[in-house]
């Protein structure tokens, strides 16, 4: 039986982030990936080779916010490994219906000149509500990138940057009850407060619920970073995809001597003694492990199918039922859908560039559009009858995804996993059939194609993947790739429930990473990098609080007195 310091269950982003800073501090670590390629929801695959030889598609994740605002690029040098970002700029284009249009720079000052042309109010209000959230997001940064009870971690984070931007925020007892206010009110009602015209509120109304709630919801307003985040630090893409950074992952886990296998499910974690001592796979294969198990899976399907009952129980007689009825998901995921077309589509009715589309395009008609896309499914109801979603057209910026003048389109629609009035049917009992889903599929390429005409013409092939196909391809529980909901309430220490929040379980070399754990889901490498760092404090806690300790005084007079980069 092999044996190794450490095994991740799940090749995900976050899975290999998580070994290699386990690797370059001397553990030998084997990734059990379930596909037959590793990533996640972060791959790029030719998944349409007969119809569309030449098209690579990103099958999930595409545009990288959260990546830039931590360490993990540069600390593990992944540009050595291949990796290589493209930023994009402009960075959302959004068309109104009554033929105005959002369109937004990494420059707040020239999308503030494009707002102007339409409400000189609303250009001078969103410089202002980007500044504000920008600052917020300074703040927050530090907690981002640390255990979220790590509190030398979080200190440590701060330089003189950032405990500005705290000040600012919360520096006096009315702006701390103005931000307390902003972190419980809702996207739809703060978008009301800064702004008067529709065709922006709109888009940033589809960008605050990429957090996977409806704009009318409380706790939600948060959202409003997403927008601020492309101004600063801005969006990118890797060359070649989304899949490029994990290709680049793999490079380094491998030239340290990281085994990742594929096409290798978990289905049991070995418990022995109250200690996670290895895995079992579906084919009965095990693996042992000499100091820890991690799972980069989702912490409900980690302790309620793969561990026994009476292990858990053993550990904390609590936590299963709390993982049954308290972790929250909506229902909602998505319904993907890829194109590969002969030419760009045009948005001819407003003053069309192709530059245009460099960024995320963003069908959002209005608030209430934006709502309905999302309530919706909730009810378990398919928001088809005036689909809104978010476009890229990632060959524009990256020709290399594509034979010589072709182009992809991305396309992701807000969809239930589990159709209301239709259990028991279809995939999985969720209702999604084959018919059903290119039903759905037909409607929203309907509407994009009410703003780009030449869009259905140029078809070459066409991929769709239904909700209930999504969560069986990433082995998300109810399709959902965040994990869990992204809501306040299931956020930072309550991520994925307190007890469990700081990536230790109460079973003895257990942790959890990925999009279920602290700061959430999205292309960021925080909770692998944070994971990590928790991992290490436990096996080495004299020795790591040191150098925590040191790094964090280093960084602060750094700071301070401005000799650090």
Not at 152 to 170: A, E, F, P, Q
Request: glycine share 8%; aromatic share 8%; with cysteine.
């Amino acid at each position: 039986m092999q044996e190794y310091d450490v095994i991740i269950i799940g090749a995900g982003h976050n899975g290999l982030v998580c070994a290699a800073y386990l690797l370059k501090a001397g553990y030998s670590v084997l990734l059990l990936e379930k596909r037959s390629v590793p990533g996640g929801a972060a791959t790029t695959e030719e998944c349409l080779p007969q119809q569309a030889p030449g098209f690579k598609f990103n099958l999930c994740a595409i545009d990288h916010e959260f990546i830039h605002l931590g360490p993990v690029v540069q600390e593990l040098e992944l540009e050595k490994y291949g990796l290589k970002y493209l930023e994009c700029d402009p960075v959302v284009f959004c068309p109104h219906p009554d033929g105005k249009y959002f369109l937004a720079h990494k420059s707040l000052e020239r999308t503030c000149a494009e707002i102007a042309r339409y409400n000189q109010r609303d250009a001078e209000k969103y410089a202002e509500f980007t500044q504000y959230w920008q600052r917020v997001l300074g703040a927050m940064i530090p907690m981002f990138n640390a255990p979220p009870k790590s509190i030398l971690d979080i200190l440590g984070n701060y330089d003189i940057t950032k405990i500005k931007d705290l000040i600012s925020v919360i520096g006096s007892p009315n702006k701390t009850l103005d931000f307390i206010r902003n972190m419980l009110t809702s996207a739809e009602d703060l978008l009301n407060e800064w702004f008067d015209e529709e065709f922006l509120k709109a888009p940033l109304a589809r960008l605050a619920s990429e957090l996977g709630a409806p704009p009318s919801q409380k706790t939600i307003a948060i959202g409003a970073i997403m927008m601020a985040m492309r101004h600063n630090p801005g969006m990118a893409r890797p060359r070649g995809g989304t899949g490029a950074l994990v290709q680049a992952l793999v490079n380094l886990v491998t030239s340290k001597g990281g085994i990742i296998l594929t096409d290798c499910q978990v289905k049991k974690v070995l418990i022995d003694e109250g200690r996670a001592v290895g895995v079992q796979l579906a084919n009965g294969n095990e693996y042992r492990a000499k100091h820890g198990v991690i799972s980069n899976i989702d912490a409900k399907r980690l302790f309620l199918q793969l561990i026994d009952k009476s292990d858990v129980d053993a550990a904390d007689p609590d936590l299963r039922e709390r993982l049954e009825r308290r972790i929250v998901n909506n229902n909602e995921t998505i319904l993907k859908i890829d194109l590969a077309l002969e030419e760009v589509p045009r948005f001819e009715r407003y003053a069309h560039k192709d530059e245009y589309l460099i960024g995320s395009v963003l069908i959002a008609d209005s608030v209430a559009h934006v709502e309905q896309a999302h309530n919706k499914c909730t009810l378990g109801e398919i928001p088809d009858s005036d689909p809104s979603m978010y476009v890229v057209v990632p060959t524009v910026l990256d020709p290399s995804m594509a034979p010589p003048d072709k182009h992809t389109v991305w396309i992701e629609f807000f969809a239930p996993y589990q159709i209301a009035g239709a259990e028991g049917t279809g995939l999985n009992g969720t209702g999604w059939t084959e018919e059903l889903k290119n039903k759905v599929a037909d409607k929203v390429v309907d509407k994009l194609a009410e703003y780009a005409p030449n869009l259905k013409n140029s078809i070459i092939a066409r991929r769709v993947e239904s909700p209930a196909e999504l969560a069986e391809r990433l082995g998300a529980y109810k399709g959902n790739y965040y994990h869990i909901d992204m809501s306040l309430d299931q956020m930072v220490f309550f991520r994925p429930l307190p007890e469990i929040a700081n990536y230790k379980t109460p079973i003895e070399n257990l942790f959890l990473t990925g999009a279920g754990t602290h700061p959430g889901g999205s292309i960021s490498g925080m909770p692998g990098r944070n994971c990590a760092r928790i991992f290490l404090q436990s096996k080495h806690p004299i020795a790591q609080t040191l150098k925590d300790a040191r790094d964090s005084i280093k960084s602060t007079v750094g700071s301070v007195f401005g000799i650090n980069k």
